[in-house]
């Protein structure tokens, strides 16, 4: 009996979704960076909204950076444990994965 191909297709993104991605995001900060420009009030408060904006921006680039790490630990950690099992059963019998 054959061993599984156990090997990790890494999924990819298609070009259109990439670039998608990117026009959303930059439209996004661009318009609301554009409407607290317009925005009729004082300098000051405009800096401390397009300071808020600039802060929300760089926190959502960690959360999503934060949560892509936390699903690969988990990743790498199932194919270790997996590993283990394939191993133990191997030389308990080795019968099992000839």
Known sequence: M???NTTAVQPTHSGAWVIQSWMSFILAVGVTALGIYHLPIDGWQKAFLG?????SVGSTFSLSKTV???HEQERITARIDEARVTKLLAEVDPVVLK
């Open 2 to 4: 054959s061993r599984p």
């Open 51 to 55: 300071m808020g904006l600039l802060f």
């Open 68 to 70: 892509r790490d936390q």
